[in-house]
């Protein structure tokens, strides 16, 4: 079971963290934290990619010398990921700005408490 | 002309760019460029559609040859849905000018989501598509918020929170899908993924993850709630665009990841897989409903109506029969012809009356004939009346379920028409048979009341080209389920 555990570090590690990201996403009711949370679980997925690009044993496809060979094309991919995620979390932000200058609060439940109102 | 697939991506972009830069010469320049761009897209989305009728356009991007490059592969399915976008988005482009918002940033955005939307329908590449979900769902979270109240931004928030989980998980399920086969594009996936066996655990993890995130997108029950919060806290321009087009689109992605990447064996070795589906398509179409018949807003009411309505295509897609396939794709055409058409009309209601509420509904046919024509035509049309294009979708997806055997199913879709015509008819009483409190009311521009109007007939007509539609659909389903 420890051994188990032990050679799929990587994976116990994203898993920890998806986890901790999804928690603080649904269940924190400071904005700004869901959104801090939403990054880490996004990360946690980069993370897998990056953990699945190497290859034990695995070789160059051109050298034909055996090095230590990680695969490019998820790096890649992850790259594009981050663009998007940088976004998301840019936007995420500027509407945290709107609703803090229309209702003066970051709080999920003061600002259920003003929405009603309204 | 194999450069189409390629151009409909490209053409709105240039046109958002060139919509942002002319902002920043001089304000107020968005409109004539994005109906320009839209009109240009028409054009070229009816020309791909042309070609995809003599079977299915490739299009190498960047002469990286598949499986290592990017490619783009429309058939006769896809290419409705890049039609669909562009006649929408053009019909919403012309009424978007009186109702407003009329910004630069605006017409940018909404090319954006064109942009976003194509491309979901056009690539063959699972990373690809989780890119242009993104840009879909970033320049729709910006969309929501283009509404003047704090309400939108919150809404817009929300929708942004549940979005990104939903995608985040089918980034995940891209990543075992890789681990396991080691490629994206998706006709080689198909051929790996067979060879590795549908019943291997990573196999099974990647369809949950990916199906799973795209249920969010498309609003199944229980993980719709971003989607009336959204569509309520939207300008009314907003809501018809992304209620017609935002979901439609993701549900097109959901038939491609189900059919083309994981294949009908996949369903058939996996009978869980099957059920899982069925269940979240009944569960949709009857919550969905009986959630509508207890709004008190129009715009709440549409929204809900919505997450019923695609409970009927993921129940086509458990079925997995030709018929129910043929009627799914009817109905996401027409629905979104319905849906945003009913959106519009309920910005002109609004605009010419102020009402939001069904209660305030009363005697709305002397306050704004148009508008409680076409609002009628319309809800009739959602219920299935025929000879409304609503009607088509569902007797196909009906048809093609007990065709598979899925009794259940059928009796769900019955079930649901009823409620429908309920939550309808109860708004309806109120616009036809109840006298009005006062008889004032506010002009609507002729632009927005020629597009509703428009978009009524659209209704009607459509169904004259449903059966000769079903017969050039059936060799791209039958390729679909082979």
Redesign the interface.
């Known amino acids: 079971m420890i051994e188990a555990v032990l050679e799929r570090s990587y994976y116990v590690v994203v898993l920890a963290l998806a986890g901790i990201g999804a928690y603080m996403t649904i269940g924190d009711r400071h904005l700004v934290k869901k959104v801090i949370g939403l990054n880490v679980f996004q990360t946690a997925i980069f993370l897998f990619f990056i953990a699945a690009a190497f290859v034990d044993g695995g070789s160059p496809p051109l050298l034909s010398a055996p090095a230590p060979y990680v695969s490019p094309l998820p790096h890649v991919l992850i790259l594009t990921a981050i663009v998007v995620g940088v976004s998301l979390t840019a936007v995420a932000l500027g509407l945290i700005v709107r609703i803090y200058n229309r209702y003066g609060t970051m709080h999920e439940d003061t600002l259920r408490e003003l929405m009603a109102d309204d | 002309m194999t450069d189409l697939p390629a151009l409909v991506v490209a053409v709105p972009l240039l046109g958002a760019v060139l919509t942002a830069a002319a902002g920043l010469i001089r304000s107020r320049t968005g409109w004539p460029i994005a109906l320009l761009t839209a009109l240009v897209q028409t054009v070229a989305a009816l020309a791909l559609a042309r070609l995809t009728l003599d079977g299915p356009v490739r299009y190498v991007v960047g002469g990286y040859t598949a499986p290592y490059g990017i490619e783009l592969v429309v058939d006769l399915l896809g290419a409705s849905m890049v039609v669909l976008i562009a006649v929408v988005t053009l019909g919403v482009v012309a009424v978007a000018r009186s109702l407003g918002p009329r910004s630069n940033t605006f017409f940018a955005t909404v090319l954006l989501l064109v942009v976003g939307l194509t491309g979901m329908s056009v690539t063959g590449d699972v990373?690809n598509l989780?890119?242009f979900l993104?840009i879909t769902?970033?320049s729709a979270?910006?969309l929501v918020?283009a509404g003047e109240?704090?309400?939108s931004?919150?809404a817009?928030?929300k929708y942004?929170?549940v979005g990104?989980?939903g995608a985040?998980l089918y980034?995940?399920g891209i990543?075992y899908a890789?681990?396991a086969t080691g490629t994206?594009n998706m006709a080689h996936l198909a051929d790996e993924l067979a060879v590795i066996g549908y019943d291997a655990t990573l196999v099974q993890a990647a369809f949950g993850l990916m199906v799973v995130g795209l249920f969010v997108k498309v609003a199944v029950f229980p993980i719709h709630t971003w989607q009336p919060t959204a569509y309520a806290g939207a300008p009314d321009t907003v809501s018809a665009l992304i209620s017609a087009l935002v979901s439609t689109v993701a549900a097109y992605a959901l038939i491609r990841i189900v059919f083309t990447v994981f294949t009908v064996e996949f369903l058939v070795t996996n009978p869980a897989a099957r059920a899982v589906l069925l269940a979240a398509s009944a569960a949709s179409i009857v919550a969905g409903s009986v959630l509508a018949v207890r709004q008190t807003e129009i715009k709440r009411l549409l929204a809900y109506s919505s997450v019923s309505q695609y409970g009927l295509v993921v129940g086509a897609i458990a079925v997995a029969t030709p018929t129910a396939l043929t009627g799914a794709a009817i109905h996401l055409v027409g629905h979104a012809v319905m849906k945003g058409a009913l959106f519009l009309v309920a910005g002109l209601i609004a605009t010419a009356t102020g009402v939001r509420r069904i209660d305030d509904l009363d005697g709305l046919v002397d306050r704004t004939p148009v508008g409680a024509a076409t609002f009628g035509v319309l809800a009739l049309a959602m219920v299935g009346v025929p000879p409304a294009i609503g009607f088509v979708g569902k007797w196909f997806v009906a048809l093609g379920a007990i065709e598979g055997g899925a009794w259940g199913l059928a009796v769900v879709i019955f079930a649901s028409t009823l409620l429908t015509l309920a939550y309808f008819l109860r708004a309806l009483e109120r616009v036809f048979v109840r006298d009005a409190p006062s008889k004032e009311r506010d002009p609507v521009p002729w632009v927005h009341r020629v597009t509703v109007v428009v978009a009524a007939v659209a209704v009607i007509a459509l169904t004259l080209g449903a059966v000769e539609y079903a017969a050039l659909i059936e060799p791209t389903i039958g390729r679909l389920l082979a």
């Open positions: 990373f989780y890119v993104e769902g970033l979270y910006a918020a109240e704090g309400r931004a919150v817009a928030l942004l929170i990104t989980v985040s980034l995940l990543g890789y681990v994206l």
